[in-house]
């Protein structure tokens, strides 16, 4: 068997050691690889924009801990678009997990003066996924009682001005899917759908293509997929974060799966080659 | 008295209900509905008997999701993977992530090695419950594939990030895979990585392809005098959109 | 067969009803109701969450009980599961040590499994993404530009990708994913109606 008929069946550990170095390595030593704004994440970033000062949004915190590399980038750049504007943010999250990644990404808001009660509020996990979520939206009070440090829900002034989900500005979920939690579906059908509030998406990468359909229909707003769209908000909002250094890695990552694909066909055509002639002959 | 731009969606539903529900009526007065065949379907007495065969489990996971339709669809084929199983003694390790899915995971196959006679044959520790969390699950899952080395492995349900995990680990330890999820984001990772797939929808024909249930059967041919007027409204919508009239778009909206 | 199939359903009918209904219609003890029952959903999720654990307790202690040495990853099990049970209980879970379980090993663990997806994809596209008919070819084209489109290395060095894969996502993919966007919907419908009507029998364990 030729080097090139090896290429159809190289063994799997070659790959596994050349993807975990081509991941490593510009991880340690970035690329600095510039990112281009895509049309949804623009609209993300213009629909916010468009919003009035001291808007109160809601946010989803609808992932666990395997998608935090690509979701909490998102919350964090789009928290410090947020705090230009002076935008308040209430968070809930339909995983267990889910209220302290809320609790690392509001630091942001913290840390540019925010406060808590007032300006944004985490208010934990609720159990029973988009039946709760339906109700949450009716009447908030009648699912949280009290938030995720345990503050009298109806004590926090933010909590006073929100009676229903329509008092809410924006929505948007941070989701991985039909996981368990509250997807993109079910958010739609309770925010948008069912009391006109305005949503964004925000979902890892591979939800990207099930998201779509969505944006052009113009039931949402805008839609950030994946550590790119993170990265490209990081750009928007001047900053360079974990996701735009995670670029670089994710590039050599994909570049290197193409390259495999590409030498398994190689390898295929010339197998297939050397057995025709060999039939001819 | 109704909710604001939600009554054209009312009708729609009535209407959607009493199609599927005259169908239903039809198949169980007797009509004769037929449904192709689908090789994920079949493939799976060819897995429940390699797995006897080779004398090692078989393995069944509904997959992540809570109950939902594509859940209770998985559960269909568990209640007949389960019976069979029974019927050849072979072993079945069931794994579930959902602890709601999971009580009716287990009722639904208790009565499945009931209905083949060998109640005493059902293991409740062979119905697993892994956890909540999606990478624990995902994490147990290939746990029990390697440890227990098994034949075939049974994949039907709700899947996320978690299924081409599962779908490698039983590639690596040999399995005949099949898989089926209507997430339709995940079916390319199974179509990468597993023997047969279930595409989409083919799995609400679960009952129907199984226990040829006719309730089921009526309901498939509903769906699919549903998805006829469905595409007639698109072509109808995108050649009035077209020529410039609003007046389909505005109708949906009322 | 009173209290395992009739009861049963006819919970169901009440309470998929009443959603049906609340959903589309302003009728104040209706939508109460329904409110009502939505809250009760939290409470039974919860409970089967116990159920849940009673069983991954049963199934390792017994693992154990066979061979403790052999299957020392249930004693980890075991005592993990208590202390986080026992932190979370006594501490709280915004507590500082179950915020070290938490960042420690649950995000870790949890973030390494999903790495794995990042080798998982490439072996399963290297075996699957073969030019063997005119169709996989085009399966295999689109899938290298829309990877390469997605990242800035890849723009270097296709600098259409970016535009071709926003093409391919919000025209292609939009059109098939709708498809079946739609297809599972009134698959969910029927199911649904199965359900509450008590025609799908396996949903309540009884033939």
Redesign the interface.
Known sequence: MGILEKLQN?D?RV??LL??LA?AIPTIWP?G????I??PVRKTYEFVESLPAGSVVLIGFDY??????ELSPQAKALFRQFAAKRIKVVTVAS???G??FA?ECLRVLKDLGYEYGLDYVNLGY????E??L??FA??PS??FTKD???NDVSSLPLMQQIKSMADFSMAMTLN?????GTGTHEWVRQSVM?HGTPFVIGC???????N??Y??AGQVRGVLS?L?AAAEYEKLVGIKGDATRG??A?????????L???L??VG?VFARRRSNGGEKR | MFVAKRIFDFFALMVACGLIGWWIRQAMRGANIRIRPIAGFDAIDEAIGRATEMGKPLHFTPG???L?AATFAGLEALSYIARKAAEYDARLIVTV??PETYAVTEQVERQAYLEAGKADSFRPEDCRFIS????AYASGVVGVLMREKVASNIMIG?F??ESLILAEAGNTVGAIQIAGTT???QIPFFVAACDYVILGDEMFAAGAHFADNKAHLGSLRGEDFIKAICIGLIIVGAVLTTFGSNFLTNLLAK | MFFKRSVPVTIAFVCGVL?VLD?FFKWGIV?KAA?E???W??L???FA?GLGAVNVLRVHLRRVQQNPVKNATSVLLLITFLVTIFIGLTA???SKPY?FI?DYI??????A???LL??Y???A???A????TLEAGIL?VT??IV??G????????LPFA?KWT?WI??VL??GG??GV?IAGAIGFIAVSLRIITGLDRHTYGVE
Request: hydrophobic share 45%; glycine share 12%.
């Open positions: 190289l799997k790959f596994y993807m975990a991941i690329l690889l510039e990112v281009s895509t049309p666990e801990p395997g998608d935090e590399i995983f267990p997990v209220p302290m609790d609720y159990a029973g996924g039946s709760t339906a109700a009716k009447d009648s699912i995720w440090y345990g991985d899917g039909p996981t368990g069912a890892t990468g591979v939800l990207a293509a099930n779509m359909p944006l052009d994946g790119r670029m670089d994710q590039s050599m990552g994909h570049v290197l799966i193409v495999f694909v590409l398994g066909n295929m | 992540f999701g809570g939902v992530s959902q909540p969390d999606q990478w709700q996320a990030a997430n339709a984001y | 959603q959903y939508n409110q029952t939505r809250a959903v939290a039974v999720a919860v969450l709280g879970q915004s915020k938490f649950i995000v870790p663990t949890g973030s499994i999903f790495s990042a080798f994809i490439g072996t596209a290297y075996r993404f073969r030019a063997r295999l899938g290298c990877m390469l997605k990242v800035p290395l890849g723009e270097k060095i970016p926003t996502m919000q993919n939009v994913q709708r966007m």
